[in-house]
């Protein structure tokens, strides 16, 4: 794992170019500690960055930026190609040699030998780089098929600047930055802002399965971008061409793509780990896992002082079952205390996402024992784990059939009662097996009764500040979610619709930024074993009924894991990675959220409504409203801001 950046601009004398570059490589240090790689070409007009965090052929080979053998290719690279042994024989098939045993050599033998287009098809892994044609003058960026590596792009000023993080872009001399209010407007809306967009205006984050070319044509650079991979092109193909197969037939296939996806993810020259929550997906990664293993593999897992957050007991259990050697380490509020002021730097733009915290937490303690960690992320996307995907469909069925203002009147009702009060009145009739939250999920629900139609309910479900907004002179068209239109005109079933939705966005540009961020702050890389595009293709060529069917969700996901693992640790309630945020802001994080917050602080800044804000806050502190979601991402942006 490794960061890189760059730059294309007019001719730059030696002197300068190599000092800016240096710049810009010493602000990746955390993303790659082990060694520092920079090129300029003779024309001064192309410069290159690279840190190393080094996981494979750990020698001087596999430095970076490589320059191919005849010296027409340059490149800098961020990630592992996970199959690059079965390239690495097609090439010595075809006879051509590699230098080095790297992936990144394979890699780039590989481009000169069959060009970016043909080698990026035959590519496994999670990568983004950075490729210099020196003979076409002809930059190409390029990004994985999911999105699990980051890429930053675009002109400030007559500079096109690119790099794995926004850290060296600001490095550069041209670098202007301003603050995009459509990419704060998406950060309020959603708790992280979806690409294209990044918090500066001018500046893009590449998107999942894409390249772009920039090239010198017609006296200009010119830009021009190729989709090479698309997760709804790949849906719509799987379900053309349905699995025909039994159920019980479809978990072996599962069992065996998992297999052959472990095998290659737990190859590495340094020592690997595992995130294990004790929920199915992580679960169901660490069983295979240690099956594969002749030695007890490393897991870690974060817990919490509050009971009803903590389930670091579950994953123990599932650890000493697997006979894994288990580390579990405890968020408490000094944990928090200390890791706040350095959110701003570990996530280099403002994000929102408050499971950020014991992420960062779990990832210092596995970086004490491990340079690499495997987690479970992706399995809710398209295995159907969130509870959306469950209760979505009912909620479609009411609208289809419910007149809207009998659904706005339940609505009415039923957010004029304050979340707590509706958490003691069922504690009153005994309901001792409520949900966590069950008067903010009320009070979310009855939000989504209103909407319009399916588009507008899966909306709801995923953005906040739906009852107003707190952003000063910011237009309609900022705030609207529009990233997935394609995946509504489908004629599927709504279940399938969201896991897509959420896979195009939220799943690269929360749950996938959370990790890699948080992780390569400590010089740690992850892998994400669920995110095999064949799995992917394999896994909607499938019934929905072998995914979701009836209150059971992650269907064949379970059953697989029934092989390793008795029931009783597998059947539990889906609470997912939650956090007490929202006690924290009533606590020991209240001193420091009222500071960022201060009514004339947010005048003078102009960004939002102050007296909204206060109201919420209010509201909060009260303890009849939970305001946590709505107000994290404003204080997210508030500390970054001030950073």
């Known amino acids: ?117 043909k080698t990026i098809n035959f590519v496994t892994g999670m990568f983004a780089f950075a490729v210099w044609d ?48 459509q990419a704060l407007a998406k950060l309020v809306r959603f708790n992280y802002i979806p690409a294209p967009l990044s918090i500066y205006s001018g500046i893009k984050k590449l998107l999942p399965g894409t390249w772009v070319e920039m090239a010198w044509r017609d006296g200009r650079w010119q830009e021009r971008k190729t ?41 590495a020259d340094v020592p690997l780990g595992a995130f294990l929550s004790g929920g199915i997906d992580s679960s169901a990664v660490v069983a295979i896992m240690q099956s594969l293993s002749k030695v007890p593999i490393k897991t870690f897992t974060v817990g919490f002082e509050d009971p009803a957050f903590d389930e670091s007991n579950s994953a123990h259990a599932v650890a000493k ?14 944990d928090v205390l200390e890791l706040i002021p350095k959110l701003s730097y570990i996530y280099d733009e403002p994000f929102a996402d408050a499971s950020q915290l014991p ?28 509870n959306r995907y469950l209760w979505g469909p009912h909620l479609e069925r009411w609208h289809n059939f419910m007149p809207q203002v009998f659904s706005g009147a339940i609505k009415s009702t039923i957010r004029a009662i304050p979340p707590i009060t509706l958490e003691n009145l069922f504690s009153l009739i005994g309901s001792s097996s409520k949900p966590r939250h069950l008067g903010d999920k009320l009070h979310k629900l009855a939000n989504a009764l209103s909407a319009k139609n399916t588009y507008q309910l899966y909306s709801r479900f ?8 707190p952003l000063i002179n910011v237009p309609q068209s900022f705030i609207n979610y529009e990233r997935d239109d394609d995946v509504w005109q489908q004629d599927w079933p709504f279940a399938e619709k969201m896991m ?34 064949q799995l992917y293709e394999f896994i909607w060529s499938l019934p929905l009924e072998y995914r979701i069917k009836g209150k059971e969700s992650k269907r064949i996901l379970r059953h697989l894991l029934y092989r390793y693992l008795p029931s009783e640790l597998i059947e539990r309630p889906k609470n997912g990675f939650s956090v007490p945020i929202g006690q924290y802001l009533r606590g020991p994080l209240r001193d420091w959220a009222e500071s960022l917050i201060d009514p004339s ?16 806050w209010n509201q909060h502190c009260s303890g009849q409203f939970n305001r946590e979601h709505e107000l994290w991402s404003i204080l997210m942006f508030q500390d970054w801001l001030k950073a």
Request: net charge negative.
């Open 1 to 117: 794992m490794c960061g890189f950046a760059g730059f294309l601009s007019h001719p730059v004398s030696l002197n300068e170019g190599k000092n800016v570059l240096e710049r810009m490589a010493s602000s990746l240090a955390l993303r790659g500690p082990d060694d520092q790689g920079l090129w300029l070409s003779d024309s001064g007009t192309i410069g290159l960055a690279h840190r190393r965090l080094s996981v494979l052929d750990l020698g001087q080979e596999g430095h970076q930026p490589m320059v191919s053998s005849t010296g027409r290719f340059v490149l800098v690279f961020n990630g592992e190609i996970y199959n690059y042994r079965e390239i690495r024989v097609k090439l010595e098939n075809a006879g051509v040699s590699v230098i080095g045993h790297s992936d990144t050599a394979v890699l780039l033998t590989a481009i000169e030998r069959w060009g970016v287009e």
């Open 227 to 267: 989709t090479y991979w698309s997760s709804l092109a790949v849906a719509q193909s799987a379900k053309a061409s349905p699995y025909l197969g039994d159920f019980s037939s479809a978990v072996d296939l599962l069992e065996a793509h998992l297999i052959r996806v472990l095998k290659g993810q737990m190859l």
């Open 462 to 469: 995923v953005t906040f500040w739906n009852e107003g907004f």
């Open 601 to 616: 602080r947010l005048r003078q800044e102009g960004y939002f409504d102050a007296g909204m804000v206060s109201n919420a």
């Open 321 to 334: 079952h697997l006979g894994t050697y288990h580390t579990t380490c405890q968020l408490n509020h000094a």
């Open 359 to 386: 992420t960062a937490l779990v990832s210092q303690i596995a970086r004490r024992q491990v340079t690499v960690a495997l987690s479970g992320d992706g399995g809710d996307e398209i295995f159907g784990g969130y």
């Open 134 to 181: 020196e003979l076409k003058k002809q930059l190409i960026l390029a990004r994985d098929r999911f999105g699990e590596k980051p890429l930053y792009f675009g002109w400030q000023g007559s500079v096109f600047l690119f790099g794995s993080t926004l850290q060296p872009l600001r490095q550069h001399p041209a670098w202007v930055g301003g603050i995009d209010r």
């Open 500 to 533: 897509l939705a959420d896979t195009l966005s939220y799943l690269p540009d929360d749950i996938l930024v959370k990790v890699d961020r948080a992780a390569m702050g400590v010089s740690l890389e992850t892998r994400v074993p669920f995110l095999d595009h």
